[in-house]
């Protein structure tokens, strides 16, 4: 079933760049898209979660955001060059959601799924947070952190539309969609600088 058959409105997940995304993902991007501050917020707030065991980076870069590294961690992103750059990965897979929301891994295969400021590019994201509860572990977490930055021609209408609260209430409909996951926990992180919220939930 096709996320504009669940919960959301017609165009809710058009873009204005309609293009390929592996276009616009093709330059490397060796940057941070959050200030330092909001850096810092999602890092305290993957210590609370207990990211230490086999962790999946969903929609990686560069830098996964960690305090400290995991048992083992996989991330899969756009850009080969800046996976390649992640130092602490084990495992890099290139993957484009939007096209194939389908994660190449084996069910129950993680403890932890994390997914850092990138939940509002995705164009089908009721099929992957049930791909990504598929490949979580019994009583694992998908963790979800995002801000109010974004590049705007590849976030969805919807996520545009709407403000930080309404960001929140997004994040909790894919999850209620889904219908893989316990009730979510949503919370506003301490930031002093950009605001950053959280929105995490255990797999069914």
């Given at each position: 079933?096709?996320d504009t058959d669940l919960t959301f409105p017609r165009g809710f997940f058009d873009r204005?760049?309609?293009?390929?995304?592996?276009?616009?993902?093709?330059?490397?991007?060796?940057?941070?898209?959050?200030?330092?501050?909001?850096?810092?917020?999602?890092?305290?707030?993957?210590?609370?979660?207990?990211?230490?065991?086999?962790?999946?980076?969903?929609?990686?870069?560069?830098?996964?955001?960690?305090?400290?590294?995991?048992?083992?961690?996989?991330?899969?992103?756009?850009?080969?060059?800046?996976l390649r750059a992640n130092t602490w990965a084990h495992e890099r897979v290139v993957h484009?959601?939007?096209?194939?929301?389908?994660?190449?891994?084996?069910?129950?295969?993680?403890?932890?799924?994390?997914?850092?400021?990138?939940?509002?590019?995705?164009?089908?994201?009721?099929?992957?947070?049930?791909?990504?509860?598929?490949?979580?572990?019994?009583?694992?977490?998908?963790?979800?952190?995002?801000?109010?930055?974004?590049?705007?021609?590849?976030?969805?209408?919807?996520?545009?539309?709407?403000?930080?609260?309404?960001?929140?209430?997004?994040?909790?409909?894919?999850?209620?969609?889904?219908?893989?996951?316990?009730?979510?926990?949503?919370?506003?992180?301490?930031?002093?600088?950009?605001?950053?919220?959280?929105?995490?939930?255990?797999?069914?």
């Open positions: 079933m096709a204005s760049d309609a293009r390929d995304d592996a276009v616009f993902y093709g330059p490397p991007r060796l940057v941070q898209h959050i200030d330092d501050a909001a850096v810092a917020a999602v890092s305290a707030f993957y210590d609370e979660v207990g990211v230490d065991g086999d962790v999946l980076d969903l929609m990686s870069s560069w830098v996964s955001h960690l305090s400290t590294p995991p048992r083992h961690l996989t991330v899969l992103g756009m850009n080969h060059a800046e484009d959601l939007n096209a194939d929301p389908t994660l190449p891994f084996a069910d129950a295969a993680f403890d932890t799924v994390v997914n850092t400021v990138s939940v509002d590019y995705l164009t089908r994201p009721v099929e992957v947070f049930r791909e990504v509860a598929r490949v979580l572990r019994p009583g694992g977490q998908f963790a979800i952190t995002f801000s109010n930055r974004c590049f705007p021609t590849k976030a969805v209408r919807g996520w545009l539309a709407t403000d930080d609260a309404g960001h929140v209430r997004i994040v909790e409909g894919y999850f209620a969609a889904s219908g893989a996951f316990a009730e979510p926990v949503t919370e506003q992180r301490p930031s002093a600088g950009d605001p950053l919220f959280a929105v995490r939930a255990t797999r069914l």
